[in-house]
C-alpha cells in the first residue's frame, strides 16, 4: 500500500499562495483611482507585506487631488497625475490596477492601454487582498506553529526529563539515539555509555532475543506491538521485566526513522509515571500511551490533560479542558491541593509527591498519587503533573489497616492472656493487656520488659515439663500450673500453647483459673459446709424420695427418734417418725403430694411427746421434675408458751394504754373539782356547816388521785423524775415504814453492798415496793417472814425466762415471802389490770398491775414464782447505772402570796378557767392560752412582763416539749412549770434535762402549786 504524504494547513495555505503568486508577477504597478483601496494597496506595498511578489508603486492617477489613495501617494514620492493617460508613457510600468469601479474607464483603458502593461480591474484587484490574507495567515500559522514546537519541546524535555519511564529512542540500526535519566536509573547504564550503541548488544538477554527481533521487525514495518513483557539486563547483570510500550518515528515524507520505546520496570512496581514527548509526534506517544493522567494546570484550571486523566476522573478529554481544578478534589483536601500549588508556583519548598483525594464526574470519591513540578507553559509559570489512582492501594492498605486493628483489637481485648516467650529462659517476647494485669503489671510494655516466665513457676520442674511435652508433641492443651505475680500474690494458669522451632518461641493462650480452682474448693468445702449445715439445723429435717421413702435425716432427727441414719434410710417417713404403717392424718406431706405446693401443719408427736410444726416442700430438677420432698419438723411446744405469754403481754399492753388516757382524763377532771374546792375552802370560814364536807370531798380527790397514779404506773406513763438512787437506801426505807404498820411481820434484809445504782423515779419504785409488801402481807393474815435481797448481775446471769434480756448489766431486787402461794391457773393472770382474788371491797386489782407498769417503764423485768403453801417470789430486774447517786432532801413550803406575772396554757377549759382563779386569789397577775401555737403568741408580745410560765404537757396541735423549746428560742431564760396528768414516754424528764424549771402533777392543790412556783422565782 502506497504511502499517502501528510499535508498540514500550513502547507495547503503555502500551495495556495503559490497558484495566486503565478498570475501577479509583475513589478512595476500602477493604479488608476484614489480611493480608500488605492491606500490600503499602498500600505501592503510600502509595509513590505507582499514581498514575495517583487512589486512596487511606479504612479497612481485620480481626477479627485483630494482623494486618499492620490494624497498618500503625493506623501510616498510616488508620481501622480489627473490623467490615466500619462501612465502609458512610464517605462517601469507592468501593471495598471483599476479601482474606479466604473465600467467606462475601463474600457478606455483596456483600449488605450499599450501591449506591454496588463490590466487588473476592481474585481480583479481582490487577488492582492487574498494574497495579503495568505501573508498574515501564514504568518500567524508560522508563529503558532513555533510557539506550539517550542511547547511541545518543552513540554517534552520537562516528560522526558521527569516521567518515571525508561525513555529509549532508537534507529531502524536499533542504534539508542536518545536515553533519559529514568534509563539510566532503570538499567544503571549513563546516557555517554549508550548512544550509538546496539541496545541488543547490552540490554536484551539472548533468551529474550527472538522475541525483540520481531517487535523491532514489526516495528520497521509499521506494525506497532504495545504492552510488550519482556527480561532486560542491567549493568550489574541483573535481570529485570519490563513492560514496554512502542511508537513508531517517521520523517516529513512518512518514511520510518525510527522509534521509541517507554520502558517501566514491573519486577518492582505496577505503573510508571507519565511523560511527555519532544516533538508532537513524540509528545503524543508519551503522554498518551502513559500509565498515569498527565496534565498542565495554569491559573486553577486545566490547559492540557491526557486520556488517563480524563479516564480517572470520569470525565470526555474536551470536558477536562479549562475546568477548575479545584472541582477534581475532594473538599476536605482543597485547602492542601491549594497550598502545595501554591507553594509550588511560587517556587517555594513544597512537596513534589502527595497524596489527596478527588472528586470524580459522578462525585465519586478516588485517591490520587501526585507528583507536581514548575514549568514555564506560554511564557508564563504553571504545575505539571503526573497522577496515579491510588484508590484500590488505598482500599488495600485502609483493609489491611482495618485488619491489624482488628487484629490487635482482638490481641489486646482478648478476655484470656496471649503471649510468646522464648523457650530457652522463658523471657517474654510479646503479650497483650490482658496476660499483664493477669500478672500485676500496669501495662504489656512493662510486662514485656520485666517479666520472665521461668522465675514465676512455683512448683520446681513445672515448667520444664511444659517445654518437654510441648517440643514432643508440638502443642499442649488444658496444663495448668502455679506461679506468682507481680505483687507476690499466687494464680493458677492453665496454658494450651504450640512451639515455633524456627524462632524458638512459645506461643499460647494463658487463663487465670484461680477463681475456677478456688470454686472447685469451694465446692468440696461447700459440700462439707452444706453436710455441716444440714446436721447443724435445730429442727429435724429429712429428705425424701418421690415415693416418700428416707434418703437423709440430720443430726436433729436422729437424736430426737434415738436411731441411725443408716437404720431409718429407705423407710417411709410415717414409719420411721409415727411407727405407723399409712401416713398420719393431717400431714403436709399429703398436702404437698397432691398439690405440688409447700404445706405446713401443726401436729402432736406421740412418740415425742411433743408439739411440733411440721413443712413439707417439693424438690424440683431444673426440667420442672418432682424428685423428691423436703421434711422438716420444728418443736415449737415452748414458743406455743411465749405466743401465749405475748398475747398477754399484747392484751396488758392495750389495757394500759387505754387506763392512761382514762387517768389522764381523769386526773384533768380531779384538777377542775381540787381547784373548785380550793377556791372554795379559801373564801369560806371554818365554822361554816358545809367547810367539813368540802375537806371531805378533797380528800375523797386525793383518793382519786392515789388510784389513777397507780393506773398511770400501770400504763407506764407517771415516770417524771428520773434520777441516778440507790436500791438499798429505797428499800431500807420503805421497809422501816411498813413494818412499823405490820408488827406481826419479821422483816430480813440480804443486800449487797455494792449494789449499783440504777436511774429510776423514786417515788414510783417505792410504791412498787409498798404495793409488793401489801401484797405479801395479805398472804400471811396471821404474820409471817418478808426477805428482802438485791444483788449485781448480767443478762447472762438471767436464764430459763420467758423473756430474752437486753444485754447489760442489772440490780437484782426480790421480795419472798412465806405465804400460801399462788395457784398455777392464777399466776398467769396476777399483772393483768383489775385482776384480784379478794373479796369484793378488798381491792381494786391495780396494785400488781401498776407494778409491772412501772418496772417496764424503767426498762426492766417483773416476774412471780410460787408454789401453793411454800410462799411466793417477786424478782424484779432493773438496768444500773454508772451515774453517781446523790442524796435529795426534800423541803416542806406553805403557800404564799405572789405578786408575779403568771403565763397559763392547757387546753383543758376547765383546768384553764379554775387555773387562773387560784393564781388570782393567791395574788398573781395571770394571761392565759388555750394551746401552745396561742402561748407563742401571747409570751412573744408580753415576754418582758411574764415571770413564769406554767405549761401543759399534753395538747394538740403543739406539745409541752415543743412549746417550751420555741419559748427557748424567744428567751433563753425563760422559767416555766410542767404541768400534766402524765409525760409521754419520760418526755418530762427530757424537758427537764434540757433546762425546765419544774413539774407540778395534777390534781394539785393551791399549796402545791404555791410552792412550786416560789421554788421557781426565788
Not at 403430694?593 to 411433743?610: F, Q, V, Y
Not at 415576754?943 to 395538747?955: G, H, Q, S
Request: hydrophobic share 35%; charged share 30%.
Amino acid at each position: 500500500m502506497k504511502h499517502t504524504k501528510h499535508v498540514s494547513p500550513v502547507e495547503r495555505t503555502l500551495l495556495k499562495k503559490d497558484r495566486i503568486m503565478e498570475k501577479v508577477k509583475a513589478l512595476g504597478i500602477g493604479i488608476v483611482g484614489g480611493g480608500p483601496g488605492c491606500k490600503a494597496i499602498i500600505d501592503m506595498i510600502f509595509a513590505k507585506k507582499l514581498s514575495q511578489l517583487r512589486m512596487k508603486l511606479i504612479a497612481v492617477a485620480c481626477t479627485n487631488p483630494q482623494a486618499v489613495g492620490y494624497r498618500l501617494a503625493q506623501e510616498k514620492g510616488v508620481f501622480t497625475t489627473k490623467d490615466y493617460h500619462d501612465l502609458y508613457e512610464l517605462q517601469d510600468l507592468d501593471m495598471i490596477i483599476e479601482l474606479t469601479g466604473r465600467a467606462q474607464v475601463a474600457k478606455e483603458i483596456s483600449q488605450t492601454k499599450p501591449d506591454n502593461i496588463q490590466l487588473m480591474n476592481h474585481v480583479a484587484a481582490r487577488l492582492f487582498w487574498d494574497v495579503f490574507q495568505l501573508e498574515e495567515d501564514w504568518i500567524k500559522e508560522r508563529r503558532s506553529t513555533e510557539e506550539a514546537l517550542r511547547e511541545s519541546e518543552e513540554r517534552y524535555r520537562s516528560v522526558y526529563e521527569t516521567a518515571p519511564l525508561a525513555f529509549v529512542v532508537w534507529d531502524p540500526e536499533c542504534r539508542v539515539m536518545d536515553w533519559n535519566e529514568c534509563s539510566e536509573e532503570t538499567f544503571g547504564w549513563s546516557r555517554e555509555e549508550v548512544l550509538g550503541r546496539n541496545f541488543f548488544g547490552f540490554l536484551v538477554p539472548e533468551s529474550e532475543r527472538p522475541r525483540v527481533e520481531d517487535v523491532v521487525d514489526n516495528l520497521l514495518q509499521g506494525r506497532v506491538e504495545r504492552d510488550v513483557v519482556n527480561e532486560n539486563v542491567t549493568k550489574t547483570g541483573d535481570t529485570i521485566l519490563c513492560r514496554w510500550n512502542n511508537s513508531i518515528l517517521r520523517d516529513r515524507e512518512g518514511s520510518i526513522i525510527g522509534a521509541i520505546s517507554l520502558g517501566l520496570n514491573i519486577t518492582e512496581r505496577k505503573r510508571a509515571d507519565d511523560a511527555l514527548r519532544a516533538s508532537e509526534e513524540k509528545y503524543s506517544t508519551l503522554v498518551e500511551n502513559s500509565l498515569t493522567g498527565i496534565y498542565i494546570d495554569q491559573d486553577g484550571k486545566i490547559q492540557f490533560a491526557n486520556r488517563r486523566f480524563s479516564e480517572i476522573y470520569g470525565y470526555s478529554e474536551n470536558e477536562v479542558l479549562g475546568m477548575e481544578t479545584w472541582r477534581m478534589v475532594h473538599p476536605e483536601d482543597r485547602d492542601l491541593t491549594n497550598e502545595i500549588r501554591a507553594k509550588r508556583i511560587k517556587g517555594e519548598q513544597a512537596p513534589s509527591i502527595y497524596e489527596a483525594r478527588g472528586l470524580t464526574k459522578d462525585e465519586k470519591t478516588i485517591w490520587i498519587m501526585r507528583r507536581n513540578t514548575r514549568i514555564e507553559y506560554k511564557g508564563r509559570p504553571a504545575i505539571l503533573g503526573n497522577i496515579a489512582d491510588t484508590t484500590d492501594r488505598k482500599q488495600t492498605e485502609e483493609a489491611l489497616r482495618e485488619s491489624e486493628d482488628k487484629y490487635r483489637n482482638l490481641f489486646n481485648n482478648a478476655q484470656v492472656g496471649l503471649f510468646r516467650t522464648r523457650i530457652s529462659d522463658g523471657k517474654m517476647a510479646e503479650c497483650n493487656e490482658r496476660l499483664a494485669k493477669m500478672f500485676a503489671y500496669e501495662n504489656r510494655e512493662a510486662c514485656i520488659a520485666q517479666f520472665v516466665t521461668s522465675e514465676h513457676y512455683l512448683d520446681p520442674g513445672t515448667r520444664e515439663r511444659m517445654v518437654a511435652e510441648i517440643q514432643k508433641n508440638g502443642e499442649i492443651h488444658n496444663f495448668e500450673a502455679r506461679l506468682s505475680r507481680r505483687d507476690g500474690s499466687i494464680i493458677w494458669v492453665r496454658y494450651s500453647a504450640s512451639v515455633n522451632p524456627e524462632k524458638s518461641y512459645i506461643e499460647g493462650v494463658a487463663t487465670d483459673i484461680t477463681e475456677e480452682k478456688l470454686a472447685v474448693e469451694a465446692l468440696v468445702q461447700a459440700k462439707e459446709d452444706w453436710e455441716n449445715t444440714f446436721d447443724a439445723i435445730t429442727d429435724m429435717v429429712m429428705l425424701l424420695d418421690s415415693e416418700h421413702r428416707i434418703i437423709r435425716m440430720n443430726r436433729s432427727a436422729t437424736e430426737a427418734f434415738s436411731t441411725k441414719k443408716e437404720g431409718v434410710v429407705g423407710k417411709k417417713c410415717y414409719e420411721a417418725v409415727h411407727g405407723q404403717s399409712k401416713p398420719v392424718k393431717d400431714c403436709p406431706l399429703i398436702a404437698t403430694t397432691r398439690t405440688g405446693k409447700p404445706a405446713s401443719r401443726e401436729l402432736t408427736l406421740s412418740s415425742l411427746g411433743r408439739t411440733c410444726r411440721c413443712s413439707t416442700s417439693p424438690i424440683i430438677d431444673q426440667e420442672g421434675n418432682l424428685t423428691g420432698y423436703t421434711h422438716s419438723l420444728r418443736d415449737i411446744t415452748e414458743s406455743k408458751s411465749l405466743e401465749a405469754q405475748l398475747l398477754q403481754a399484747q392484751k396488758m399492753e392495750a389495757i394500759g394504754t387505754l387506763a392512761g388516757g382514762i387517768a389522764h382524763d381523769f386526773n384533768n377532771m380531779l384538777m377542775g373539782i381540787q381547784g373548785n374546792i380550793s377556791l372554795m375552802l379559801m373564801s369560806m370560814d371554818p365554822s361554816y356547816p358545809d367547810y367539813g364536807r368540802l375537806e371531805n370531798i378533797e380528800k375523797q380527790i386525793h383518793g382519786g388521785a392515789r388510784l389513777t397514779s397507780r393506773l398511770l404506773g400501770y400504763a407506764r406513763k407517771g415516770k417524771y423524775e428520773v434520777k441516778p438512787i440507790d436500791l438499798n437506801q429505797l428499800m431500807e426505807g420503805t421497809a422501816d415504814t411498813f413494818g412499823r404498820t405490820r408488827k406481826e411481820i419479821t422483816i430480813h434484809r440480804e443486800l449487797a453492798k455494792d449494789l449499783f445504782a440504777v436511774e429510776a423515779d423514786s417515788g414510783q419504785i417505792e410504791q412498787v415496793l409498798l404495793n409488793l409488801f401489801v401484797n405479801a402481807a395479805d398472804a400471811m393474815p396471821g404474820g409471817g417472814e418478808l426477805t428482802l435481797k438485791t444483788m449485781n448481775l448480767t443478762d447472762k446471769d438471767m436464764k430459763g425466762k420467758s423473756y430474752e434480756p437486753k444485754q447489760s448489766n442489772y440490780v437484782l431486787l426480790q421480795v419472798t415471802d412465806t405465804g400460801m402461794g399462788i395457784y398455777k391457773k392464777t399466776i398467769d393472770r396476777i399483772f393483768d389490770p383489775f385482776f384480784t382474788t379478794k373479796e369484793i371491797g378488798g381491792g381494786t386489782g391495780l396494785g400488781l398491775a401498776s407494778a409491772y407498769g412501772i418496772i417496764k417503764a424503767h426498762s426492766g423485768y417483773i416476774d412471780a414464782a410460787s408454789k401453793r403453801g411454800r410462799g411466793t417470789t417477786f424478782s424484779i430486774y432493773l438496768p444500773s447505772s454508772k451515774k453517781e447517786v446523790k442524796r435529795i432532801v426534800r423541803t416542806r413550803g406553805n403557800a404564799a402570796q405572789g405578786t408575779a406575772n403568771v403565763l397559763l396554757v392547757d387546753d383543758e377549759a376547765v383546768v384553764l378557767k379554775v387555773g387562773q382563779e387560784l393564781l388570782e386569789a393567791m395574788g398573781y397577775q395571770v394571761l392565759t392560752a388555750k394551746d401552745g401555737k396561742e402561748a407563742i403568741t401571747v409570751y412573744k408580745k408580753h415576754r418582758d412582763k411574764i415571770d413564769v410560765v406554767v405549761l401543759d404537757m399534753v395538747m394538740p396541735r403543739m406539745g409541752g416539749g415543743k412549746t417550751y423549746d420555741r419559748m427557748k428560742e424567744v428567751n433563753p431564760d425563760v422559767k416555766v412549770l410542767l404541768s400534766s396528768g402524765f409525760s409521754v414516754d419520760g418526755e418530762a424528764s427530757e424537758i427537764l434535762e434540757r433546762g425546765c424549771d419544774g413539774f407540778i402533777q395534777k390534781p394539785f392543790t393551791m399549796k402545791q402549786l404555791s410552792a412550786k412556783i416560789s421554788g421557781i422565782l426565788g
